[in-house]
């Protein structure tokens, strides 16, 4: 089993859509939780950390449940240059140091 | 440019070949990490150093891959007797541990790798 799985992608949807990634990790003593951005031959980057109660930014909500060992990330009101891969990242620590990555869920947004 | 900055961008080469891929982080970052990514999956973790220390290597890190950060500074990784499996894209990443955002890493736009 892979320590972090996400939804297959590629998800394709209009701009003004709301959209939802899931991601599961297997690691129960995981610290810190992340979604990174890829876009198309781009290097990963930060989106957001997600914290335990939940947590907003602008367009993008992500929340996690520990209990079920569960992530995900909302995004509403897709915009065209939100097309890129969403990468769920994992940390066993919360001091930072080595991420575990997901394989990505690919997002096209379009006219 | 202050970036995670990677040598050479691309790499073609035969099976069976030695290559080395270069990484300078983020001069003040201590944590330096490299991660290989295929195409449709994610980063996958190799190694990372803290400071001039390896701290941690990946199961996935065959005898033919060695990485080493001497001064603590910039970063080697050589794959010995490259294999077609090894072709890939080589990501460097750097951050401060202790930094004011946990898990930021600053990835390097990476080294291609191809094996023929």
């Known amino acids: 089993r892979k320590e972090v799985e996400q939804d297959p992608g590629p998800f394709n949807v209009p701009e003004g859509a709301t959209v939802a990634f899931n991601c599961t990790y297997s690691n129960s003593a995981s610290q810190s939780f992340f979604w990174y951005r890829q876009d198309c031959r781009k290097e990963p980057k930060l989106l957001m950390s997600?914290?335990?109660s939940g947590n907003e930014d602008g367009r993008f909500t992500a929340q996690l449940n520990r209990a079920s060992q569960y992530i995900s990330l909302l995004i509403r009101d897709s915009k065209l240059s939100d097309s890129a891969t969403y990468l769920c990242?994992?940390?066993?620590?919360?001091?930072?140091?080595?991420?575990?990555f997901g394989q990505g869920t690919e997002l096209s947004v379009k006219p | 440019d202050t970036g995670v900055s990677q040598d050479p961008r691309h790499k073609i080469t035969k099976r069976g070949q030695n290559v080395t891929f270069r990484c300078d982080p983020i001069?003040?970052?201590?944590?330096l990490y490299w991660y290989r990514q295929t195409l449709g999956q994610g980063p996958e973790f190799l190694t990372y150093?803290?400071?001039?220390?390896?701290?941690?290597k990946s199961r996935l890190l065959s005898d033919r891959f060695s990485a080493e950060r001497p001064k603590g500074s910039f970063s080697t990784l050589e794959i010995q007797r490259t294999e077609q499996g090894d072709s890939a894209m080589y990501l460097c990443a750097s951050d401060l541990a202790g930094g004011p955002v946990i898990g930021e890493l600053f990835f390097g736009e990476g080294s291609r790798l191809t094996v023929l």
């Open positions: 997600v914290y335990s």
């Open positions: 001069s003040e970052h201590n944590r």
């Open positions: 990242v994992v940390n066993w620590s919360n001091q930072g140091g080595k991420l575990i």
């Open positions: 150093f803290q400071n001039e220390a390896q701290l941690e």
